[in-house]
């Protein structure tokens, strides 16, 4: 079992940055994958960013590459999202979530525990 809970969300003008962080519990934390999706008002749950279980991999969303980056640090139970030029239509409530398999994916079916979610709101 993974308990996960998301941090850093508030908000911010755009333009500006903004770091999330989601700490997890439990011993195996280094063998899963790691993703973060986000979901809007009226809108589905969608990818952003995932990590492999060992952060030798990354994939991102095209909506958020170059400007977002997910990582990682096994010896602390976190995983991040560092968020650089946010926008407006980033407002979203942000999730962390983990998959058992420690494999890549942006299929949100993939992924075992999702955190509570942490609101991140843009103002233009």
């Known amino acids: 079992q993974v308990q996960l809970v998301e941090s850093g969300g508030r908000l911010v003008q755009a333009g500006g940055s903004l770091r999330l962080s989601c700490a997890a519990s439990?011993?195996?934390?280094?063998?899963?994958?790691m993703g973060w999706f986000r979901q809007a008002p009226g809108k589905e749950r969608e990818f952003v960013a995932a990590?492999?279980?060992?952060?030798?991999?990354?994939y991102h969303a095209d909506s958020v590459k170059g400007r977002f980056t997910i990582s990682r640090d096994n010896a602390k139970n976190t995983v991040y999202l560092q968020m650089n030029s946010l926008k407006p239509e980033d407002t979203a409530v942000y999730y962390c979530?983990?998959?058992?398999?420690?494999?890549?994916?942006?299929?949100?079916?993939?992924?075992?525990?999702w955190g509570q979610g942490t609101q991140v709101t843009v103002s233009s």
């Open positions: 979530a983990a998959e058992k398999d420690g494999g890549l994916t942006r299929t949100s079916g993939r992924y075992d525990y």
């Open positions: 439990g011993r195996t934390f280094s063998s899963y994958a």
């Open positions: 990590i492999s279980w060992s952060g030798a991999s990354t």
